[in-house]
């Protein structure tokens, strides 16, 4: 198997919080794994059917509060990328110098995931509150095509080292 180099990571990997992800998402990630020959791991506490291929597997995890996010934090190594809308997840990943993109193609980084958990508390206790927050916009065909564009820039940045000629 040829994985994508990142340094401090020869085998980077890409993990999905798979419960929530849109099915295009995963379905562009399936052919972005065969295509970078790059390990694809979604997680979930439900069976996933995933495409045959060396390169793609899913984790069922049992049932339970966050039981996915807590895997994929154990799985997780600097220099991978973890798909996931999930703020406390991102943040964790984050901790462990991993890359973290949501499926609306918007990352995770340093310099904004604070306030992110910021704004993500304060929705909360408004919701507690009672107050009617709603809810994210409907996922979009705008969505899909920049999370593609984000997903792509990655793949190339973390291209596996040219072989040498033998």
């Not at 059917?49 to 793609?56: G, L, N, Y």
């Not at 406390?88 to 995770?108: H, I, M, S």
């Not at 994210?136 to 000629?165: E, G, I, N, V, Y």
């Amino acid at each position: 198997m040829i994985a994508l180099y990142c340094a401090g990571n020869p085998y980077m990997q890409v993990l999905v919080d798979a419960d929530a992800c849109p099915a295009v998402i995963k379905d562009m990630l399936f052919r972005a794994a065969r295509r970078a020959e790059v390990q694809l791991t979604l997680v979930a506490n439900q069976y996933l059917r995933t495409p045959p291929s060396p390169f793609i597997k899913s984790i069922q995890v049992p049932a339970g509060f966050d039981a996915a996010d807590a895997r994929i934090v154990e799985l997780v190594e600097a220099g991978d990328l973890v798909i996931t809308a999930d703020i406390p997840l991102a943040a964790a990943v984050l901790e462990k110098n991993a890359q973290a993109l949501d499926p609306r193609g918007n990352w995770f980084t340093r310099e904004n995931i604070q306030e992110r958990l910021t704004m993500r508390d304060v929705m909360d206790q408004l919701r507690n509150a009672g107050i009617e927050t709603g809810g994210p916009a409907p996922f979009s065909a705008r969505d899909s095509k920049a999370f593609a564009s984000q997903l792509d820039r990655f793949l190339a940045r973390h291209s596996p080292p040219p072989r040498k000629a033998e």
